[in-house]
T-cell receptor, first 109, second 115 residues
Framework: GQNIDQPTEMTATEGAIVQINCTYQ??????LFWYQQHAGEAPTFLSY??LDGLEEKGRFSSFLSRSKGYSYLLLKELQMKDSASYLC??????????WGAGTKLIIKP | DGGITQSPKYLFRKEGQNVTLSCEQN?????MYWYRQDPGQGLRLIYY???????QKGDIAEGYSVSREKKESFPLTVTSAQKNPTAFYLC??????????????FGPGTRLTVL
């Protein structure tokens, strides 16, 4: 079966750095997405990785290792507004998006 | 402004009633999707459509129906056959598969509560 694993919840301090991991086992791979979702709102696109390596976009970076079936989202200089759930999703060989359950990130002052 | 709209944001229905959720997009995207989100779970695909007048079942299509008569619109009907319809419903759209990154963009969602 297809599976995406991410931690259920993480806590970090304002101004710090946090890394949210995602491991996947899917039938084929056509890219990995990270989305941010605030409570009660729709997911918003953060990043897309299809090749191995690190993609940096401001305070957020996303890393992919296809051989390990592994990705992480790195958030720097954490702000209170970063409190949200972070969803990892993989595009499989049929171009279907397989979603993880999401990681709830709690930021403390 | 380009975007996806869903209405209403909150919807209450009595058990046994059918209800239709609206989804409209003006992004000129060919592909549209309906997801269901329950607490502590990932998004689950209900139906998707790659082109007008065509749609495919997702992982949890039972108890739901859709239509795609226009490119801009992809309404979802939650029928009385759906055993546990209370959930947060999300509509998304993207460019067609293989046409790029397939990034999906989401509407604001409709929270359906069946009483």
């Amino acid at each position: 079966g297809q599976n995406i694993d991410q931690p259920t919840e993480m806590t970090a301090t304002e101004g710090a750095i946090v890394q949210i991991n995602c491991t996947y086992q899917t039938s084929g791979f056509n890219g990995l997405f990270w989305y941010q979702q605030h409570a009660g709102e729709a997911p918003t696109f953060l990043s897309y990785n299809v090749l191995d390596g690190l993609e940096e976009k401001g305070r957020f970076s996303s890393f992919l290792s296809r051989s390990k079936g592994y990705s992480y989202l790195l958030l720097k200089e954490l702000q209170m507004k970063d409190s949200a759930s972070y969803l990892c999703a993989v595009l499989d060989s049929n171009y279907q998006l397989i979603w993880g359950a999401g990681t709830k990130l709690i930021i403390k002052p | 402004d380009g975007g996806i709209t869903q209405s209403p944001k909150y919807l209450f229905r009595k058990e046994g009633q059918n209800v239709t959720l609206s989804c409209e997009q003006n992004l000129n995207h060919d592909a549209m999707y309906w997801y269901r989100q329950d607490p502590g779970q990932g998004l689950r695909l209900i139906y998707y459509s790659q082109i007008v007048n065509d749609f495919q079942k997702g992982d949890i299509a039972e108890g739901y129906s859709v239509s795609r008569e226009k490119k801009e619109s992809f309404p979802l009907t939650v029928t009385s056959a759906q055993k546990n319809p209370t959930a947060f419903y999300l509509c998304a759209s993207s460019i067609p598969r293989g046409g790029g990154t397939d990034t999906q963009y989401f509407g604001p969602g409709t929270r359906l509560t069946v009483l």
